[in-house]
């Protein structure tokens, strides 16, 4: 399983959306290794592309609906909203602890425990309320 994280100063960028660098892990081995970093198109349609040939995971902060859609059509699992170090957050993934409350972004669902501050859209990260 290949998952990719987009960085920004070592940590996930805060919107993936303008991200601008990727670094994808291979975890198939159980322990996650860092396969490579490249650069993300700024079109969506570049974006998608890169992540389609490059991920079957993508964890990142937060990301526009539209985008996360195209990425799910496309088999590629989602789990946004989630902030920290690379390295830190690829190694939560394979232990099965990405969606405990020290990986949140703020106003999300598992900080707050009242939703996402999504102004009523409700919280797309699959752990609050939708």
């Known amino acids: 399983m290949r998952v990719a994280i987009p960085v920004w100063n070592g940590i996930i960028s805060p919107v993936f959306d303008t991200a601008q660098f990727l670094t994808v892990y291979n975890c198939t081995s159980g322990m996650p290794d860092a396969v490579h970093s490249c650069a993300i198109p700024p079109d969506p349609a570049g974006k998608l592309d890169c992540l389609v040939q490059n991920a079957d995971v ?8 539209g985008l996360e859609n195209e990425l799910r059509e496309r088999n590629i699992q989602v789990h946004p909203w989630v902030m920290g170090r690379g390295e830190d957050i690829v190694s939560a993934y394979v232990n099965g602890r990405i969606g405990e409350y020290e990986y949140s972004m703020p106003g999300c669902a598992q900080r707050r425990r009242r939703g996402c501050g999504m102004h009523g859209r409700g919280c797309r990260n699959g752990r609050g309320n939708r």
């Open 58 to 65: 993508l964890i990142c902060g937060a990301i526009s609906n």
